[in-house]
């Protein structure tokens, strides 16, 4: 069983000034998404004590030297601070104490490992240019699950791009500006809303992902590179 803190404290912490100039409906849903997303992972969840502390995330990244994350399982009000284990071809993996696993690459979580319900693998190789560029445009995306008899099994996407406003990024050692970018994605399973806040150099900084039917929405929030 994950044991993840609970209640967010410092996740996704984009700046709260949405003033994005509206572009007609398309990027008015897309800005409304934005501030419902944010709005989400920040807010207090049903007056739970809130457990990972600013106090905490000074102590983890003064003893670990590693690139360290925050991550936020929404549905279940829980999260935990992640160390970067590994780092294989692009591909990075963190972990909480219980070897709890994340793997991004870019910045975009392509897997989890030990948290129920994971996201064994995806395909990426469209989305993730197409969202490192902060352009607009069309991808295909894969997700791969085990089902209950432990049988592999993939809901395919195709999903729309869509460029928003610049975003500060603030959280631990982070401190950049960035370009929110959304995703909306319809296909073999429930449609869902991705955002990622993006670099100037690619690197996604904080991201809001559908991790599958089990887990629905996880939030990644980098707090040192």
């Not at 709890?100 to 870019?106: A, D, I, K, N, Y």
């Not at 352009?135 to 592999?152: C, K, T």
């Amino acid at each position: 069983m994950i044991r993840f803190l609970a209640k967010p404290a410092v996740v996704l912490a984009l700046a709260a000034s949405l003033g994005l100039s509206a572009c007609g409906n398309t990027q008015k849903d897309v800005n409304q998404a934005v501030f419902l997303a944010v709005k989400s992972s920040i807010q207090q969840r049903r007056g739970e004590e809130v457990n990972v502390t600013p106090q905490e995330v000074v102590q983890t990244l003064s003893r670990n030297p590693n690139p360290i994350s925050l991550v936020d399982l929404e549905k279940r009000g829980s999260q935990a601070l992640m160390a970067q284990i590994q780092n294989n071809r692009g591909y990075r993996t963190y972990a909480t104490p219980q070897r709890q696993t994340v793997t991004v690459r870019g910045g975009m979580m392509t897997s989890t490992r030990g948290i129920g319900g994971d996201l064994m693998s995806s395909y990426v190789e469209e989305l993730l240019p197409v969202v490192q560029s902060r352009s607009r445009g069309i991808a295909e995306y894969e997700l791969r699950f085990l089902n209950s008899e432990d049988i592999s099994y993939t809901l395919t996407y195709t999903c729309a791009v869509h460029v928003g406003a610049p975003m500060d990024v603030v959280s631990g050692l982070v401190n950049e500006t960035g370009v929110m970018m959304q995703a909306i994605c319809t296909g073999d399973g429930p449609s869902f809303t991705n955002s990622y806040v993006v670099a100037a150099d690619g690197e996604i900084l904080s991201t809001r992902q559908w991790m599958g039917p089990f887990n629905e929405y996880i939030a990644f929030q980098q707090i040192r590179r």
